[in-house]
């Protein structure tokens, strides 16, 4: 190797340095789409369009929580047994995803929440994600009509770490001892055996492998439906119970995803796909399939069965994109 | 008509010519060997993998899929290096088709949270010889580099080439690149850049190129006491060796800002260089307090008031502390430096154990504290390995005679030094090339010792290689997935006496290799060994 090779094999290094560098801050995704077109047959024909190779992926399914807004809770004046930067790295994550699955989104504070959740007329349209482990006093203080109003109106809740409502945030601070909003033994304690093994349908099709059920609801709950993985004692790492007209979606685990290591990154993805879909107690995975596409657009049929809904992904494993349509009805 | 048949002998000539170079050149052992290293490679990597690491890779992606840069969100740990290598080779992924990363096999769902660690998804062998081919690379150019350091230093071509034989057929650098799809090797190829560059004093290039590998993988930083007592030998102990350490360290600094120039812009710069701290025992909180343009405008006034005030001590006394210590008698240096040395080690060892007993014991119970000061052993060891790796400087910087051997003899004691706390077989890589050199080229009677500790670790890769066949069965049919996938993976997180199998597999040749290291490392500090070549 005289010198000018070694010189040239830095200069080949760098110049992969600069090129991963520019790949990984400004490719992103690839910009897919895709077009749906209902048949009288009782099938569906996709179309993905975009320029490169791609993976994608299509879950048709029933029982679509009809939200068409999501509010991501975040308020750093309210106290949290959570760390605030953990929230808002999944929070800002969370606004990234679900806005490259076609899903309108907002921050809200508890002050927010509270004007949200007194509108019940709209509860059915507005699904909200909190990760603080506490509902702010402004919905669930002492008269904790409010949030409960808002979920029988059918609201939609999806919600991340501790036993609901059994912390309660105000201003400056959090005060234990609330009022758990779900029985006793609804929610799996932190003590217990918190790993799960056993895939529901829906995790496969999700690719949600995160097995840490801490949190997680049980699956005697009536009117259960799993999202997720399950606990020899019957506890979900993703899972939904009717509330009233509405629904409650908890999601187990850590938030900063110490159990979950580098795989945190793939529940939160799953997680986006969930809240994309709009599922919540009462979804039913009608069927599901993979495939890929070279350059340019590719079209295929599938047999809608009785789904209402059809959601196609792309990705090359963990979903990248995603987008919702609704079938009409048969 | 002349000219058309003298131009068509010219070109037959030619003709022969370029057959007759080729010919020589496919004669030629060193690309013989390199056809044979990268044959062998190329022929494993569509067929054997480990799916534990790679399924991580899977992740880091992900991240990048989804507009997060690197670091986001949880899912990549590492300096940005390899997640920028990873970044190209998804590029060209994607040029070529390839579209499907991985599959979720349900049924080792169950199994992942054993004490073995196993994934649940099952990269595809397209994705994994993607990942494979710049380790690869980085193993072939590591040969190249190898070879071309023993002829600079030693000047002899034979013994280049067997060192770099050795390393090209190595069990477990090719077990590592080409089936671990670890990326230890493009740590070592910049490490061994370095060294080259260094010994043709390219020194800024020679800093760039360690500050890369550093921030590749971490072990390297453990050679910065080696190099630079190597450029101080070499230029001279004046002020001419001080500048070119300079030019050194301005280039490792150069590669360290522009590497991190986008994970600073991005509020990342803790998170990117986590991994790194981790291994120093700092968090990723201190890190975020400590990062900031102030305290770097503060360290920065501390180093120029400290110039300031040795200068000052120097025009105005007759304070030469240098001078002093290159002019003490040799016998009497080395004495005053091992008692240094140790006094150090005593002390940060008992100030470690004192710190991490303290720590515990206001809140927790007996084995709290017996859990604690394990942990901080680990610690302990490190500063070992630090105070150990500046002896072996001081060495090479007072060594009688200052040639090839001298360097070799200093390169490889240092590199097994880095590991005094029990490695990572994958770790290891760092050290294999220069062990191999040493014993091919200053003692061959550390051969067979040094060949026995390389062929060790890569045994101890035996659990993961057990399950290597799990890409081919998942995507290709064959063997089935019940064999290859959950049948291994379930041997391996089944237990013994409440141990996981794997574990104990991998443990067995583990611990003799580090046996045989510390053994190694006994001998070369057998007085005299460290320049046994000069």
């Given at each position: 190797m005289k010198a000018d090779k070694a010189v040239a094999l830095l200069a080949v290094f760098c110049a992969v340095m600069v090129a991963g560098a520019l790949l990984t801050d400004w490719a992103g995704h690839m910009g897919l789409n895709a077009d749906v077109t209902e048949n009288d047959d009782g099938t569906v024909q996709v179309t993905m369009n975009g320029t490169f190779p791609a993976g994608y992926g299509w879950m048709l399914y029933t029982g679509s929580a009809g939200f068409n807004h999501v509010c991501l809770y975040l308020d750093y004046e309210y106290g949290s047994p959570v760390g605030y930067s953990d929230q808002e790295d999944l929070m800002d994550s969370m606004k990234k995803y679900l806005d490259s699955r076609g899903v309108s989104c907002s921050y809200v504070d508890a002050g927010g929440l509270a004007e949200i959740m007194s509108d019940t007329g709209s509860a059915s349209s507005t699904a909200v994600l909190m990760a603080s482990g506490a509902l702010p006093d402004t919905v669930y203080g002492e008269d904790m009509s409010v949030f409960k109003t808002w979920l029988e109106a059918g609201g939609t809740l999806y919600w991340m770490y501790g036993f609901i409502g059994e912390t309660v945030s105000v201003r400056g601070g959090t005060a234990e001892g609330g009022t758990p909003l779900l029985g006793e033994g609804a929610q799996l304690d932190?003590?217990?055996?918190?790993f799960a093994s056993d895939i529901s349908p829906w995790a496969e099709a999700l690719r949600y492998r995160n097995t840490d059920a801490t949190y997680g609801l049980s699956t005697d709950l009536p009117g259960f439906t799993d999202l997720g993985l399950v606990t020899e004692s019957g506890h979900s790492s993703c899972g939904a119970v009717p509330y009233g007209s509405g629904s409650i979606v908890v999601v187990g685990g850590s938030l900063d995803g110490s159990e979950l290591g580098q795989t945190a990154v793939g529940r939160n993805l799953a997680l986006a796909d969930v809240i994309a879909m709009g599922l919540a107690s009462g979804s039913e995975l009608v069927d599901s399939g993979t495939g890929s596409k070279g350059y340019g657009s590719t079209t295929f049929t599938i047999s809608r069965g009785g789904a209402e809904a059809l959601y196609l992904w792309s990705g090359?494993?963990?979903?990248e994109w995603g987008q919702r349509f609704t079938l009409r009805s048969v | 008509m002349g000219d058309g048949v003298e131009m068509l002998r010219t070109e037959e000539g030619s003709t022969d010519a370029v057959i007759s170079k080729i010919l020589v050149f496919a004669r030629n052992p060193v690309v013989i060997l390199i056809a044979l290293g990268l044959g062998i490679r190329l022929v494993i990597a569509p067929f054997l993998t480990f799916d534990l690491d790679t399924h991580y890779w899977v992740q880091a992606l992900a991240l990048v899929d989804n507009d997060e840069g690197l670091y986001g969100s949880l899912g990549y740990f590492y300096t940005p290096v390899w997640g920028y290598v990873m970044s190209v080779m998804a590029g060209i992924g994607t040029l070529l088709g390839v579209t499907d990363y991985a599959t979720l096999i349900p049924d080792v769902i169950g199994m992942v949270t054993g004490e073995f660690p196993v994934a649940p998804e099952i990269t595809s062998p397209a994705f994994n010889v993607l990942m494979k081919i710049p380790i690869i690379l980085a193993d072939i150019a590591c040969a190249l580099l190898i070879r071309q350091i023993v002829i600079e230093l030693i000047g002899d071509g034979r013994k280049a080439t067997v060192a770099m034989a050795l390393w090209l057929l190595c069990p477990l650098a090719i077990v590592e690149s080409t089936m671990h799809v670890m990326f230890d090797s493009i740590s070592a190829m910049m490490l061994l850049l370095a060294v080259l560059l260094a010994v043709r004093r390219r020194y800024f290039l020679a800093g760039a190129s360690l500050s890369l590998g550093v921030l590749t993988k971490?072990?390297?930083?453990?050679f910065v006491f080696v190099l630079a007592a190597y450029v101080l030998r070499r230029e001279g102990m004046g002020s001419n060796g001080l500048r070119r350490l300079l030019h050194a360290v301005c280039g490792a600094v150069a590669a360290l800002v522009l590497l991190e120039i986008p994970a600073a812009l991005s509020g990342q710069l803790s998170r990117s260089v986590f991994f790194i701290a981790e291994r120093v025992g700092l968090s990723e909180e201190f890190l975020d307090s400590v990062l900031t343009v102030r305290s770097l405008v503060i360290l920065l006034a501390v180093v120029v008031v400290a110039y300031a005030a040795y200068r000052l001590l120097r025009s105005r006394t007759s304070f030469r502390p240098l001078e002093a210590f290159v002019s003490m008698d040799p016998a009497v240096r080395e004495r005053k430096v091992r008692r240094i040395l140790l006094a150090i080690a005593a002390l940060a060892a008992v100030a470690v154990l004192v710190y991490s007993v303290m720590s515990v014991s206001l809140a927790g119970g007996t084995m709290d504290v017996f859990t604690a000061v394990g942990m901080k052993l680990v610690t302990i060891l490190s500063i070992i390995s630090l105070l150990g790796e500046v002896y072996v400087a001081y060495r090479l910087l007072f060594c009688g005679t200052f040639d090839g051997t001298a360097v070799l003899s200093a390169l490889a004691a240092s590199s097994v030094l880095i590991f005094l706390w029990p490695p990572a077989a994958s770790y290891t890589i760092i050290m294999v090339p220069f062990l191999l050199m040493y014993s091919v080229v200053v003692d061959r009677r550390f051969l067979p010792l040094s060949l026995l500790v390389i062929g060790l670790f890569a045994l101890a890769e035996l659990p993961s290689a057990l399950t290597s066949l799990s890409s081919i069965a998942v995507y290709?049919?064959?063997?089935?997935v019940g064999t290859a996938v959950v049948g291994a993976i379930g041997f391996l997180t089944g237990t013994v006496a409440g141990f996981p199998v794997g574990g104990l597999i991998m443990a067995v040749p583990d611990v003799l290799a580090y046996v045989l290291m510390l053994y190694l490392l006994l001998r070369w500090f057998r007085p005299g060994q460290l320049e046994a070549g000069a």
């Open positions: 932190p003590d217990e055996e918190t090359d494993y963990n979903s | 971490f072990f390297p930083m453990f290709w049919g064959f063997p089935s």
